[in-house]
């Protein structure tokens, strides 16, 4: 069975950079680079939103608050999602989810990211 990991979150100040890490197993690489890798995000009292996602085309998509400082990527050899996070904001806490979707959907448990001012 698939398994997500992410890891990389932690407390910055505002303006300081993170990169996510998602560490996939169970996963066999023709299904992990074809498959639409993302990540989303859920903050206190809030639903959990789609932050960045990244077709098996190379497409890239993101929420426009995030735009211009969240990049996705992903290493197929290492089975490896990243979410590279500059300029972060107070506004970016939350708890950071990545996902992997093909004709399933994976989830991993998740990375606290805060921003103080």
């Known amino acids: 069975q698939g398994r997500l990991v992410e890891s990389g979150g932690g407390l910055v100040q505002a303006g300081e950079s993170l990169t996510l890490s998602c560490k996939t197993s169970?996963?066999?690489?023709?299904?992990?680079?074809?498959?639409?890798t993302s990540w989303y995000r859920q903050a206190p009292g809030k639903q959990r939103e789609l932050v960045a996602s990244l077709t098996r085309d190379g497409n890239r998509n993101y929420l426009d608050s995030v735009k211009g400082r969240f990049t996705v990527s992903k290493d197929n050899r290492k089975r490896t999602v990243y979410l590279q996070m500059n300029n972060l904001k107070p506004e970016d806490t939350a708890v950071y989810y990545c996902?992997?979707?093909?004709?399933?959907?994976?989830w991993g448990p998740g990375t606290q990211v805060t921003v103080s001012l």
């Open positions: 996902n992997l979707r093909d004709s399933t959907d994976y």
């Open positions: 169970g996963i066999i690489l023709s299904v992990f680079s074809g498959a639409t």
